[in-house]
Structures are given as C-alpha cells and as structure tokens.
C-alpha cells in the first residue's frame, strides 16, 4: 500500500533570505523528516546551494507570474483513458509507469491480482521473432502491474520500469504536460 503523506503547501518565501519569493521566481522545495511528520521549506534560487544534508526529497518550482493561464489536472477518466492508450506506445513506458504511479496515489486506480486468464505479474513476454525454431533469444521477463480502473472497474496491465536520476526531470516534465490543461476563468 502507497503511504499517504502530508506536506504542507509553499509559503511562497525564501526560508534563507527570509523574503517573498516574486513572480517568475524560481525556487527549490526541500522536504525534511520532523519528528513523525515532514516539513517542507522553500529556497530562492539565487539562495539555493545544492539540497541539504539531511533532505530526503527536493525539486524546483517557478512561482506562477499573475498573466499565466492557470492549469488544473484532467479529470481521472480522461487521465485513465491516456494511460490506456499508452500502452501501444513503447517509447512512452516510462511515462506511462510514472501516470500509474499518480493515479495509484490519487486512488482512481487499485492494484489487483491478476486472473486466470490475465498474465501473471512478472510473466516472461514472448519474443515475437521466436517462430519456434529454437534459434531465437529467450523469452524476456518483465516485472508488471495488474490494475483496476475505480471509475469503471475496467483492468489493464503497466509494466514496471526503472528511471534513472538522470531522465527524472524530462519524464517530469513530460508528465506535467500530459496531465495539466489550461483553464480559462470563468466569467462571473
């Protein structure tokens, strides 16, 4: 089970130079363990050397400029819907994982053991050069997800993949642009 943790929001201030963070800023936020809790304080980037010792997650922000459109996350049956139509997308595994990830956290999606007729968890996938002559490389075994749609109880299967440190910030980026959509005010 994914563990619920609470964080609070960005106060929207240097914790260094004890100062308002301006629009168009960026900053970093670090998370710190506090007693049973977790804290989070917000760093300018100008401020920012390099995270703490003792951090135990950080990333960067850029405080939103007030002409900015503002962005909200799709709703979850359109988010299930790409997760679904991900799955033809081989180069997209590593964003696909990581949308799971979220809609796992966000309790639209459920993790379930797989049926009869499903392939089990860590399954070997078939080669699909292997024409049965023996020559061809053995079956690759890969490590998946058996989940549950709450929405609609449909299922569907994600492969588990690695992300290195290095590819975190473009998948990152990739998946803020997959999953945010501009919203307009509405007019009062």
Request: hydrophobic share 35%.
């Amino acid at each position: 089970m994914i563990g619920e943790y609470k964080i609070n929001r960005t106060t929207r201030r240097c914790s260094v130079g004890d100062r308002p963070l301006e629009p168009g800023e960026v900053y970093y936020s670090v998370v710190f363990e506090s007693d049973e809790d977790f804290k989070r304080i917000d760093i300018a980037g100008d401020a920012w050397k390099g995270p703490p010792e003792d951090a135990i997650g950080w990333w960067k922000n850029r405080v939103p400029k007030a002409e900015e459109k503002k962005r909200e996350v799709a709703p979850p049956e359109v988010l299930i819907e790409l997760l679904r139509s991900m799955a033809d997308q081989p180069a997209a595994a590593k964003s696909r994982f990581l949308l799971a990830l979220l809609l796992l956290r966000k309790r639209h999606l459920k993790t379930i053991e797989p049926t009869a007729t499903g392939s089990p968890i860590g399954a070997p996938e078939q080669d699909p050069r292997d024409d049965g002559d023996g020559d061809a490389p053995k079956p690759v075994s890969r490590e998946t997800m058996m989940l549950m749609s709450n929405l609609d109880q449909s299922t569907m299967e994600v492969e588990v993949v690695a992300i290195g440190p290095s590819e975190a910030g473009k998948l990152q980026d990739e998946l803020i642009d997959l999953i945010y959509r501009d919203v307009d005010e509405l007019p009062e």
